[in-house]
């Protein structure tokens, strides 16, 4: 009686699959529940904090006990957001404190999104908000490469109009990264008097090359820098102080250096360089540990990336290939099999028989 059952759950699957073809074709598994330590400040199942006043914006997506958790969400990256936020959990002391905000384009499947993330992550915390890919559209230039117009990319510089008033400190994370520490240290990060957000800085990388000879070349422009110490950051690992941004109002400064770049070009790449434009040299320095980037540069020809030296307390596949994409293909780099025990993919052959 073997062969019948085989055949039925087959066909149900070729079901499922042709049912969400033109949407989400991926299956994935559901994640195992993880609870918190017995030291985790208590946060009530009705999403009040223990020791809040019972007003109605006490749940947990306002808790300031909460660790709050930043993604751009989306259904090519998909496989990658799985993976990053299963890997959030698994390491975090009190994961049921955690709440994500995902961002989803508003000509995205929402729903489908947040079943997909629920079938998976049952007792998740999170929400799904839409971005108004119109708000940046216009001002997107063409960079050298495709990818990085999309303009769900620019998300992250409309968190602070995005996420809830009553969301005060986020950590934003990238979709092709994982998580091997608690995350709850990173969002501890001091900020200080002023500043408005905190990532690993490289002072090594050469920082002139992120933009044009046009813009050096300008003294009113390159001037923008005279009384910093600018560094490159990337900004797929970033805290961020969503109080400050707000009273900065940061988001309409990083709209006016892209407005200025659809007139001059004075950079060639995406999101990044409007964001060193305004922070570069005033953010607060965060250990490398908590970025270990450019995992994924292209495998072309067996090259592939190390690790960089020291401790790992994030691994992040920036850079055209992904982990999940190189595995599929029977062509990982070694640092590939870090990311794999995290991915939740389904495949066809894992059938109970």
């Known amino acids: 009686m073997l062969m019948p059952r085989l055949i039925h759950k087959l066909t ?21 529940q993880f609870y918190n330590s017995p030291d985790c400040h208590s946060i009530d199942q009705d999403g009040r904090d223990s020791d809040s006043e019972s007003d109605g914006d006490k749940t947990i997506f306002c808790s300031g006990h909460a660790v709050h958790v930043a ?14 936020i299963l890997s959030v959990l698994q390491h975090t002391s009190c994961p049921q404190n955690i709440a994500f905000h995902f961002v989803a384009s508003a000509s995205a499947n929402t729903s489908l999104l947040r079943a997909t993330i629920s079938s998976s992550f049952p007792y998740l915390n999170f929400r799904v908000y839409t971005f108004d890919d119109s708000s940046v559209s216009r001002l ?42 608690d995350i709850a240290k990173l969002a501890a990060t001091p900020l200080g008097e002023q500043s408005v957000l905190a990532a690993p800085e490289y002072c090594n990388a050469n920082f ?17 820098f005279a009384d910093r110490k600018p560094c490159y950051f990337n900004t797929g690992v970033m805290v961020i102080d ?21 007139r001059i070009r004075i950079y060639e790449l995406g999101s990044l360089p409007p964001f060193m434009l305004v922070f570069a040299g005033d953010i607060v320095p965060v250990d490398h540990r908590w970025n270990q980037h450019g995992l994924g540069g292209d495998n072309f020809k067996g090259l592939c990336r190390d690790l960089h030296p020291g401790p790992a307390s994030l691994l992040h596949w920036s850079g055209k290939g992904k982990p999940w994409a190189r ?26 028989c």
Do not use: H
């Open 327 to 352: 595995l599929d293909a029977n062509r990982p780099c070694p640092l590939d099999a870090l990311w794999a025990p995290y991915d939740l993919l389904q495949t066809p052959f894992a059938l109970d």
């Open 208 to 224: 002139t090359s992120y933009f044009t000879p046009t813009f050096w070349s300008n003294p009113s422009l390159s001037l923008t």
């Open 12 to 32: 149900l699957l070729f079901l499922s699959l042709s049912l969400t073809t033109a949407t989400i074709t991926q299956q994935f598994k559901e994640a195992p």
């Open 140 to 181: 997107i230039s063409t960079s050298i490469r495709s990818a990085l117009d999309c303009p769900l990319n620019y998300a992250r510089s409309y968190l602070a109009n995005i996420i809830p008033l009553c969301v005060r400190r986020v950590v934003y994370l990238d979709s092709d990264l994982v998580l091997v520490d």
């Open 71 to 84: 993604m751009t969400l989306d259904t090519a990256y998909i496989r990658g957001s799985m993976a990053a």
């Open 242 to 262: 969503l109080d400050r941004w707000r009273e900065g109002d940061y988001t309409t400064k990083i709209e006016e250096w892209m407005e200025l770049q659809k």
